[in-house]
């Protein structure tokens, strides 16, 4: 290890060593992408596609189109029905939310009604 620590001060200490070193390099990767692009052309071609790399959508025959389309019809339904009930239990929700307020808006009267009573009997 002591001689990789030596060629490190060395190559650090020296520009044009550190261009020489560079460069050679440069030359080394550049050599190895043009081996590499030159051996792809060498590959055999690719496999041609094969029924399991096709999408499922596309194996679908026309019986898996009807039971998809019954599939999309139930779910239809049942979100329909789904919204029916949601709907139902907003109005019921209101309509509660009505009757509190008007029992609410009573007791304030009869508070009201009370404070003023209340206020005349102090007065002399």
């Known amino acids: 290890m002591d001689w990789l620590t030596f060629l490190k001060d ?6 044009f060593l550190r261009i020489f070193v560079g460069g050679c390099t440069m030359m080394l990767i550049g050599w190895m992408v043009t081996r590499a692009r030159g051996d792809r052309d ?3 071609p690719p496999a041609p596609v094969g029924i ?3 999408p499922p959508p596309f194996m679908q025959g026309p019986r898996e189109t009807i039971d998809l389309m019954r599939e999309l019809r139930d ?4 979100q329909t029905e789904d919204t029916s009930r949601i709907a139902e ?3 019921i929700i209101r309509e509660q939310a ?3 307020t008007e029992i609410l808006s009573m007791i304030e009267r ?3 009604i009370e404070n003023r009573a209340h206020h005349d009997r102090d007065r002399p």
């Open 10 to 15: 060395v190559i650090a200490t020296q520009q």
């Open 42 to 44: 060498h590959l055999p």
């Open 89 to 91: 239990c907003v109005r």
């Open 52 to 54: 399991a790399d096709v």
């Open 98 to 100: 009505t009757r509190q």
């Open 75 to 78: 779910l239809t339904r049942r």
């Open 110 to 112: 009869e508070q009201a």
